[in-house]
């Protein structure tokens, strides 16, 4: 509904309850690639559990903790993309996680690169974070391609830190820090 | 941040913290006219106060009960429409309510009767209610003119109904059906 | 339990939960002909329903927000008579609506218009309201005579407002303010 | 507002915001005696004060755990008399305890007694308690003349469990069995 | 886990989701012996019962309102001891109520009279308790030996005041005052 | 209160609020070197924010969440160590962060490793996780060795991450696996 284009092809959008059929219609369609990275794909077998976490996310966003968006492309809804954990602990700088997964239709259109672009300039424009991070597990190349290819830099490797389905699997971090992104745009 | 084009030169955006600033000066530089009218201005003495009402906004747009965004106008923020109190009653028909100001100093080019037109979309399309409609003091002459040009039809002057600044005030309804609002597309 | 005495035949009771069985029985026995009018009766289906509106309502006159009454004659419960959504909004004039229902079997006596003029009393009295209203359907009949014998006007007529059973009603609207029921005290 | 007749002197009324200033101006009235001996007088000094205790007891009224009421003597309010803890733990048989005041100008009538057998009433046949209490200060004799006249039974001296501006006070307990209740009507 | 140390055999831990294997298999064990006087045994069916009692526990250390823990005898897990109920009410002297269970396998070794030394002191030393009751059926006597042997004096029976499977019970009131404590010792 | 001994001159206490004095005076006297790192000591300013941290950290310990514990040497009352941030995500390996502070006054005597040793102990045996992490300021050497002493593996370096006094620093990630202490045991 409510949305920000990114360029002529590429736009995100707020998540909202009317996004739901197409939400879950690409997670149930993607389950067997995506189950092995996202936890959550395991409590997602309904379109009601899609509306449960669009709600959750959309409480989210009212707190100021986390920016949760669909991916449109051509006007087809194609993925998700978020700014999490944005509420810090007080000791930290000002900091949030890039969460994304796209439909595996459209990979390699450099659609998910364009989409991250545009929620970094919400995150260091529009809530004033300091630094910006991806984790994604080592094994999952076509992911941690995403921060390599936007200037991320390695920070490194969280040992077996994520688990899904019963697999503890290594984690790269990666981050973008303010100043890095001012002088790269 | 987040919005939906209306045309060329309108826009909404949905109300978000980032706009504070801009929401509180028009009410500030209003304040006189906006008082005879809006019972909250009086609440409204510094951006803390619009900050405070941006994040309660933004809670009732997560629980689905309201949406509320500001109008832009070739880019300039100039006024604010929401949809309110959309969680009906159990023996009552959907209906939400509309709500609306805009900055004296553009008035007159016709911009919340396009907006509204935005927000029906909105609140017939996305929220599937069944009924919109508008309550205003019988002598706020700009006010009622909305509805009568967007083709909702008097329902009643409800007596001594409004109280702004110790004064009891008529006020009239307005309502459009989902089936009239259809028609009129 | 604790109550009020209208007239030698007819007293009003604060609702508690000894109230229980005898509203149950009658809402039971009436069901089909308070099903065209009240939404709620299809969610009153047992005793323990019947026994969680009356908490519901025992909380709401704790928060100064309802004073639901069971309504005896010759010491027979009969009927429910309550002032409604006492908490107004912050530009709304102090005010109320009234919503009733009696037992077929004691229809025709004068019961709830008697026991409604204590109500008036309470709501005026008690709770310095300015305005009273009620808001019925076009094609209830018996429940419109009511606020017409009582002196009320006509406010309006809400369309397409109320809907039971799937079934959309028009809804005449009706109000009473202080200065007039003092008048006609 | 909502009460019940005791006899044709005496009636109690629940509890309500509109008792506020008359029970204020007996506490006040009568501070040097109450505050011998209730502890919440200290904290009684304004009618507002005065007015959330009626709040937090008309809540406690909604979750069946108190039921506080007025003393009206010949259309005076007079005192206050309430069943309080009514919510027991498991294993305890189903009791609840009786507290008063009464305006020292009206002592000596047998208001008290009266006040409390219709309490009695509400308490066995309303609540079904097994078993109503009393604590009083064993140096009150006033106070404690009340359980004796009406048959309660001495259950034992709690040493120093009362604690009143820094004294620590003996309390005798007394209690009624709704046997014995129902075998003295 | 974390603990403190009676004497060489004795010892009393903080009772943590750890211990609840070995504290339902002793309630399980000695479910005959114990229902007669526990009325919480009817409800403690598994292990999760039993841990879902220990998070509640855990809670009231934390609020400061109990001190639940388990007792362990050359090393082994052998009942349960308690301070409960030290949030007092206004006019009351601070006390709190000993509660307590022993595995039948270890009676008459003076095992529970060491634990609950040690609980007087943390109630008297650690929270400032000015008195310590215990509540016991009369009937219970190796219960009722505890507070004789430790110096607790009889205030008085309340009768028909626990309830156990459908049982009334008469209660002996113990008590233990700060000075009386402090001079014992 | 409730602790652990570790060897025969350092043991390990939960935290009560019975430790707040001595709390307090260690924060207060070590203020200087500890608001370097720590970012709560400028509001650790009376031993009431102290009081408040204790309690806040009890109920984590309820919530099973955090075990925050304060460090005993030869009797004395000289630091803090503690697990953290025990409640995981859903797609994270089972982890808990390390945190502790010394009064310098007890610097290089081992115990914050003997300690922090312990606390291994809890976070592996008690609470089942399968990594313990340190974070700390690569410019703070002393906290920095302690990991390493223990065995810890570097796994990064966050750039720009902890925030104190307005100064941004870089901060070491070290890590200890499940295996890795069982096989250093």
Known sequence: MFGIKVDDEVSVELIHPSHADAVFEIVDRNRELFSKWLVWIENSKSV???RAFIRSAMQKYADLSEVTCVIFYKGVLVGNVALL??????????????????DSAYHKRGIMRRAISKM???????????????????????????PQKLGF?????????????????????YSLLRWEWEASR
């Open 48 to 50: 009601e559990d899609t």
């Open 120 to 146: 970094l300039e919400i995150g260091f424009g529009y809530y004033a974070y300091h630094k910006i991070y991806i984790r994604c597990a080592t094994t999952n190349e076509r992911s941690c391609n995403i």
């Open 85 to 102: 954990n944005l509420k810090n602990k007080p000791n930290d700088t000002a900091k949030g996680e890039l969460g994304y997964w796209l």
């Open 153 to 173: 830099v390695h920070e490194g490797v969280f040992r077996e830190d994520i688990l899904v389905n019963g697999v503890k699997m290594d984690a790269n971090i």
